[in-house]
């Protein structure tokens, strides 16, 4: 695991319980991108098994799960597994990487990381594709999803601020040219 990844790790394990309380955030006045990513998902699939690599504190396959889908989500962040399984669901939870999920959630009719590649080296995105299509049954639906960081820069919210104290808003500048 890399610095990134450990930084990242450490910021979802302190955050597990806001960032939980920001996917379910029903204000009207909200753009919650996060329901976006899952009401998207959610109109692709109807039956099937369905895995969630990087499943963050386990909203997407609780919804799957509702939806009569054998569900499964790994997360490295201990702390967000703990929230996805509090859940009322038939959803399956494990701690661990997203490239290395347990051998017998196979055979999947969708596959999904959400909001993950950005964390990994092309080294690891290189893997987490072999993962996916090694998971997902032929004919099944692999999606991917990435936040676009230079969005932060314009939301005119607590990214916003992030971007601009870390200093990191010079690196997308540059990248974006």
């Given amino acids: ?9 450490e910021w979802f394990r302190e955050q597990a319980k806001s960032w939980q ?13 996060l329901q976006q990513r899952y009401e998207y998902v959610m109109s692709c699939v109807d039956t099937g098994t369905a895995l969630d690599l990087g499943c963050g504190s386990g909203d997407l396959p609780v ?20 929230l996805a399984k509090a859940e009322d669901s038939l959803a399956e939870f494990e701690v ?12 999947c009719d969708l596959t999904t990381a959400l909001g993950l590649i950005e964390y990994f080296s092309k ?5 987490l ?34 971007e601009l104290d870390s200093g990191s808003y010079k690196f997308l500048l540059q990248e974006a040219k």
């Fill in 63 to 82: 919804l799957l799960s509702g939806k009569g889908m054998k569900a499964y989500g790994i997360d490295f962040s201990p702390e967000m597994i703990a």
């Fill in 21 to 33: 309380d920001q996917v379910k955030d029903t204000n009207p006045d909200v753009l919650n991108t």
């Fill in 1 to 9: 695991m890399h610095e990134q990844q450990r930084n990242t790790r």
């Fill in 96 to 107: 661990g990487s997203a490239l290395t999920p347990p051998e017998h959630w196979r055979d």
């Fill in 129 to 162: 594709f072999s993962v996916m299509a090694e998971r997902t049954r032929p004919g099944g639906q692999i999606i991917v999803e990435s936040r676009n960081r230079l969005f932060n820069l314009v939301s005119m919210n607590a990214y916003t601020e992030r």
């Fill in 123 to 127: 080294e690891e995105i290189a893997q």
